[in-house]
T-cell receptor
């Protein structure tokens, strides 16, 4: 079945700095979704990427879908304390296959 | 946006007892709901796909006789953990789509934290 790898598992960031989390799939994806889970909370949908090479932005967040539709990335600029949480990518072939997640902590 | 609720939010039970968790779509109808399990500091693992009016589809390695799923209506799915044991302690989360399209986002419930003593 579909396997989605995500790195890094942990990201400790200085407030104001940028960071990127990466996802790679063992198979070509129809589309990929990104979710954020705050500590003690549940996953909340961020965005969906469908087209090869697609790039979408949400304020300080930039999402990319690779040309081969097998990898994706999330780049956050000027990290804030509100960015704390775990970011999951999920390959979508009707059911979601979640990556391991990148847990982000921010030092002020 | 679409809202999914779960009840209870937390449950503590003795080993050997059964626990029922409810998942409701509050403002939309969901022909399909999904049940996930999340262990501490780990990712979400899909347990089963719950289909309204038919049997659930279980993922490999998930015991269907232990995790009973009933999708009795378009707004309610239940997961019953039968004869629970301490290793079943986990965070159980359901999700649903408000559109049958496979390419839509899933809306997650707040989760149920199960502790088996």
């Amino acid at each position: 079945g579909q396997q989605v790898m995500q790195i890094p598992q942990y990201q400790h960031v200085q407030e104001g700095e940028d960071f990127t989390t990466y996802c790679n799939s063992s198979t070509t994806l129809s589309n990929i979704q990104w979710y954020k889970q705050r500590p003690g909370g549940h996953p909340v949908f961020l965005i969906q990427l469908v087209k090869s090479g697609e790039v979408k932005k949400q304020k300080r967040l930039t999402f990319q879908f690779g040309e081969a539709k097998k990898n994706s990335s999330l780049h956050i600029t000027a990290t804030q304390t509100t960015d704390v949480g775990t970011y999951f990518c999920a390959g979508n072939d009707y059911k979601l296959s979640f990556g391991a997640g990148t847990t982000v902590t921010v030092r002020a | 946006g679409a809202v999914v609720s779960q009840h209870p939010s937390r449950v503590i039970c003795k080993s050997g007892t059964s626990v029922k968790i409810e998942c409701r779509s509050l403002d939309f109808q969901a022909t399909t709901m999904f049940w996930y399990r999340q262990f501490p500091k780990q990712s979400l693992m899909l347990m089963a796909t719950s289909n309204e009016g038919s049997k659930a589809t279980y993922e490999q390695g998930v015991e269907k006789d232990k995790f009973l799923i009933n999708h009795a209506s378009l707004t309610l799915s239940t997961l019953t953990v039968t004869s629970a044991h301490p290793e079943d302690s986990s965070f159980y989360i359901c999700s649903a789509r408000d559109n049958p399209s496979a390419y839509n986002e899933q809306f997650f419930g707040p989760g149920t934290r199960l502790t088996v003593l």
